[in-house]
């Protein structure tokens, strides 16, 4: 088992930036691939950015150039949000998934909430 922890979200205005960390602990393969999900109001839940051990990434295209991924070590991940848009609004979920194959995550944590409002 995996137990994730999410920090960093909150409340900023278009333009503004974030950062969200999260904590992977228990039973955590040294070979794995970290990331983040986000749901928005009234939509499935999609992916934002994932990143395995091994520092191969994938992006959505609506973050590419604003967000970067980032792994300090196998238990653990963050992910820098600039130039936040209205649109990026919504929970931010950290996935975890065991090997460095990029696929559907085994573990998640519960979730940060990122409002992006004026």
């Known amino acids: 088992q995996v137990q994730l922890v999410e920090s960093g979200g909150g409340l900023v205005r278009p333009g503004g930036s974030l950062r969200l960390f999260c904590a992977a602990s228990g039973i955590v393969d040294s070979f794995n691939v970290m990331g983040w999900y986000r749901q928005a109001p009234g939509k499935e839940r999609e992916l934002v950015a994932r990143m395995n051990t091994g520092g191969s990434t994938n992006y959505a295209d609506s973050v590419k150039d604003r967000f970067t991924i980032s792994r300090d070590s196998a238990k653990s991940t963050a992910m820098q949000m600039n130039s936040l848009k209205p649109e990026d609004t919504g929970v931010y979920y950290c996935?975890?998934?065991?090997?460095?194959?990029?696929?559907?995550?085994?573990?998640w944590g519960k979730g940060t909430l990122v409002i992006v409002s004026s």
């Open positions: 996935a975890f998934r065991p090997g460095s194959a990029f696929g559907v995550p085994s573990y």
